[in-house]
């Protein structure tokens, strides 16, 4: 090329510098052309390099994702198999944080009261952390039913300056716990040191709720029922404990029936009827028909001021010293003075107990009383109806000379009705919720004087119990009647 060159200068047909120069500038053209070639490797190299970076990142981000899932597919398969509801929202807490690189949750649960409870938080001061919230103040934090952001304060937690919260709530999300288009609750996860949490992170966080809702749902739901079995237990626990309470409460029952008469001494002409009915399984009323021998009768109705078991126990105690000392003493005050004597030494006063006691001469008709604070027996003699008078304190709780009792006398005629009764047949609950008067009873008794005594027992009752209807009975209930030959 070069002598081509020089040949065609010859002719004049090229410049003589052009076929001198010719070689140099082939070398210039050469080494352009490499220069163009390695910079064009250089740049195919770096964006090469540039590119795997990219894939490398890529890579390393996708990793992690893979990771991610992979350990949220194990978390949800503990969070399907843990039932302790507590525990679960601990480490769905904890969870929540990893996922989203956040440092503060709370994780609110509805309970069927209409409150939420806070299962469980991170990094909040538990001590700051009201535990129980209505459903509503949680519900307006999030109301959407979707994943929202949320920077402010969570419910239950009073808001306070960053600088004595230590940090600024910079970034947060409100997920909502869904599980079977059934909202069991809300979480909410903040962030102090990023001021945004990325898609990915909020994508994965929603599907991780989606576990933790139907983990805590079925956690509640095993909870529940738990609660359940443990009331079903008690209750089973208490309906034995009852079974046998009624038991030996009916069997205490039948143990005051048989102590109370049933048959009464035979005194030629002379009647005797009653009717007992305790306002529960047993009671503090009393009465008795004595055979004091000679002719003479004892006649007792008594009333102590509680009901129930203790009650009953005080009327056998009574009953029991009354007819001991009746058998020493004729006097009916005498009597008295020593049964309230009896009672004060045998414990503390807790109780009292009224009580009217009689003794009858059935030869002369005469009856001779006293009445320890009890209602007035009632009379009826023809059309008329009377009381008994005498003045008298309850037994059990008075020392004399506080303790007072008179002693009276009364001539009884032929065909007299004497009524001893309790103030549970004048204190009846009426239908219309009211209490019935005296009046009413002694009106009562006074329309029945013609009547044998257990006809006007029986028909006494029948009438009381209608007017109460299906009110509880309100206080113990005993009647005796006498019937004057």
């Not at 009393?286 to 109705?301: E, N, T």
């Not at 044998?452 to 113990?476: C, K, S």
């Amino acid at each position: 090329m070069q002598q081509y060159a020089l040949h065609l200068a010859a002719r004049g047909q090229l410049a003589l510098e052009d076929g001198l120069d010719f070689e140099t500038h082939q070398l210039q053209r050469a080494f352009s052309l490499v220069t163009t070639v390695e910079r064009t490797h250089s740049e195919t190299k770096t964006t090469l390099e540039r590119k795997l970076l990219e894939l490398e990142t890529a890579n390393r981000v996708l990793e992690q994702r893979t990771e991610e899932l992979i350990s949220l597919e194990n978390i949800g398969q503990i969070l399907l198999t843990s039932t302790d509801l507590s525990a679960l929202a601990a480490i769905v807490c904890q969870k929540a944080l990893d996922l989203c690189h956040g440092n503060r949750a709370i994780l609110y649960y509805f309970r069927p009261d209409g409150h939420a409870e806070v299962l469980s938080t991170g990094g909040w001061d538990p001590s700051r952390v009201q535990r129980h919230i209505h459903t509503e103040a949680v519900i307006e934090a999030n109301p959407t039913r979707e994943t929202v952001p949320y920077n402010q304060w969570p419910p239950g937690i009073p808001p306070r300056h960053p600088d004595l919260e230590g940090a600024l709530l910079r970034s947060g999300i409100a997920v909502p716990l869904i599980a079977q288009d059934d909202q069991v609750g809300l979480m909410i996860v903040h962030s102090t040191r990023s001021n945004k949490i990325s898609p990915g992170d909020v994508a994965l966080l929603q599907s991780f709720a989606n576990h933790a809702a139907m983990a805590i749902q079925r956690a509640g739901l095993v909870e529940q029922l738990r609660a359940k079995i443990a009331a079903l237990e008690a209750a089973q626990v208490e309906l034995a404990v009852k079974e046998r309470l009624e038991h030996e409460l009916a069997l205490a029952r039948k143990v005051q029936e048989n102590v109370l008469p049933r048959v009464f001494p035979f005194v030629p002409g002379y009647q005797f009827a009653a009717t007992y009915h305790p306002a529960r399984f047993v009671g503090g009323d009393f009465y008795d028909v004595i055979d004091l021998g000679d002719g003479f009768v004892g006649l007792a109705i008594a009333d102590v001021s509680d009901k129930g078991v203790p009650a009953a126990l005080y009327m056998t105690l009574t009953r029991s010293l009354l007819r001991a000392e009746a058998y020493r003493e004729r006097s009916p005050r005498a009597v008295l003075v020593r049964v309230n004597q009896l009672l004060l030494e045998l414990g503390e006063p807790t109780m009292f107990v009224t009580l009217f006691y009689g003794v009858l001469d059935t030869t002369t008709r005469e009856l001779v009383y006293a009445r320890a604070g009890h209602d007035y027996p009632l009379l009826v003699r023809g059309n008329a109806t009377l009381e008994l008078a005498g003045r008298g304190t309850p037994l059990g709780f008075l020392h004399p000379p506080i303790f007072h009792l008179s002693e009276e006398s009364i001539q009884l005629e032929p065909c007299d009705r004497l009524v001893l009764y309790t103030d549970g047949l004048t204190d009846v609950c009426l239908a219309d919720g009211k209490i019935s008067d005296h009046r009413h009873f002694r009106a009562l008794v006074g329309s029945l004087g013609g009547q044998a005594p257990e006809v006007m027992g029986e028909t006494i009752f029948a009438n009381l119990f209608a007017l109460q209807g299906d009110h509880e009975q309100f206080d113990d209930m005993a009647l005796l009647v006498v019937g004057i030959p």
